[in-house]
């Protein structure tokens, strides 16, 4: 059989809106030459389409036309290793899903512990950031709340008693581990997130290991995170002003 067929059946195989690279058309590293060619044929009659540098996607079409994958798929060779998560992304595109801002950034974010993620989607720049903890698939969606604590005052056009309320919402929702594993995460993030937590904690009736986030902060250091009493009761007990 021809590269070109071996590599035509696998693409077929592989379902739309997924990505894929080479090592999942099972060619042997001297057909990697015809394979490459064989894809670029499959590029120019649109059957496929390169999100980067050897990362490729079979396109879903919609009586709108052709829908591309979301910023997960489009990274997912990025976000995971041999299988296991090791990164995640944040930032703007987050807060821009969880519904903290309407607004949708020019740049992709993406936290890790392990691995600088540089890259481009089209003309979509993505840049890499310093997870505070080792990313797992198990972990992650506790990081992305921390992050959204974390970057609360940076968030654009976030209205911050909405945001109060969705954050308490996703806190208050997690199983009793998760809130202990989220806690514990917070620990290694910087003060003004361990502070927002706790008064949100606090504030929610939720008040499991409160203590070990009270005892991590300097009692003297005052947060000016713009928050008003009626929308966090609980904040000047944690220095929130």
């Not at 703007?92 to 903290?100: E, H, K, P, Q």
């Amino acid at each position: 059989m021809k590269v070109s067929e071996k590599v035509e059946r696998k693409i077929n195989r592989i379902q739309e809106g997924k990505t894929f690279k080479y090592k999942q058309l099972g060619i042997d590293q001297s057909e990697y030459s015809a394979a490459a060619k064989a894809i670029e044929r499959l590029i120019k009659k649109e059957s496929i389409s390169r999100v980067s540098t050897g990362v490729f996607y079979k396109p879903k079409q919609s009586i709108f036309g052709e829908l591309k994958p979301g910023e997960e798929e489009l990274l997912k060779t990025y976000l995971f290793q041999d299988g296991k998560r090791i990164a995640y992304i944040t930032g703007g595109s987050l807060y821009n899903r969880m519904g903290l801002t309407t607004q949708v950034p020019k740049t992709i974010k993406v936290a890790s512990k392990v691995k600088r993620v540089i890259t481009k989607i089209g003309k979509t720049q993505v840049k890499p950031v310093k997870s505070y903890v080792e990313v797992t698939n198990e972990n992650y969606h506790l990081l992305e709340i921390l992050d959204a604590l974390k970057d609360f005052t940076s968030i654009p056009d976030l209205d911050k008693e909405s945001a109060i309320k969705l954050l308490n919402n996703n806190i208050s929702k997690l199983t009793k581990n998760n809130l202990s594993k989220l806690v514990s995460y917070a620990i290694k993030y910087p003060p003004r997130t361990k502070a927002l937590l706790g008064a949100i904690l606090e504030f929610s009736g939720k008040k499991n290991r409160i203590k070990d986030l009270r005892t991590s902060l300097n009692p003297l250091t005052s947060y000016k995170l713009g928050i008003k009493e009626e929308t966090l009761p609980t904040a000047s007990k944690w220095n929130i002003n």
